[in-house]
């Protein structure tokens, strides 16, 4: 096989995956959309939003997908703002904090790994993107590790989530970026 024809093959790979996340995306929306309309879904105590989708389940973060990472050295996040959190500031200031406080633990935890950034989708599963080993749980929720090695890859698989302006991360973070 070729340089070339193993290349072609993980780019291929590569835009499959990618395929696939915007589907579940899509999907995830549509669900949300659907949790709003319908009065099925336990009620956020900050916006009155519903907390899980489509069902009575009482979430312990707020609903909505978040990443947070360092770029630079400076904290950076991308969330679903246009679905979610336009609605419940609060509920994205909360939600940062604890994945700031996720990314302190697995940083200090994995073995010997790399961590790219954390994250949350849009109920309570949690995301470790990087490289090594890490805890599965933090503070009764499971974790997924999500196996990236770059910001390219990172940046791809959350390219539909909005940046969170820097006032809110601010906010968020006691006044550090």
């Not at 991308?78 to 336009?86: E, T």
């Not at 390219?152 to 906010?171: C, I, M, N, S």
Request: proline letters at 3%.
């Amino acid at each position: 096989m070729t340089q070339q024809a193993s290349l072609d093959g993980f780019l291929s790979a590569e835009d499959s995956a990618v395929a696939e996340l915007e589907e579940e995306t899509e999907a995830v929306g549509q669900v949300e959309d659907a949790a709003r309309e319908g009065g099925d879904a336990g009620r956020c105590e900050l916006c009155g939003e519903p907390d899980g989708p489509l069902s009575s389940k009482r979430l312990r973060l707020h609903a909505g997908a978040l990443t947070l990472y360092l770029r630079g050295g400076r904290w950076a996040a991308r969330a679903d703002i246009d679905h979610v959190y336009h609605r419940c500031r609060k509920g994205l200031v909360e939600n940062i904090r604890f994945l700031k406080r996720l990314h302190d633990y697995v940083y200090v935890r994995g073995s010997n790994g790399k961590v790219l950034g954390v994250g949350k989708a849009y109920d309570d599963d949690l995301y470790i993107y990087g490289v090594g080993r890490f805890p599965e749980s933090f503070e009764g929720l499971r974790l997924r590790h999500i196996e990236t090695e770059t910001m390219d890859w990172f940046d791809r698989l959350h390219h539909y989530l909005d940046p969170v302006p820097e006032e809110v991360l601010r906010e968020a973070l006691g006044g550090e970026p």
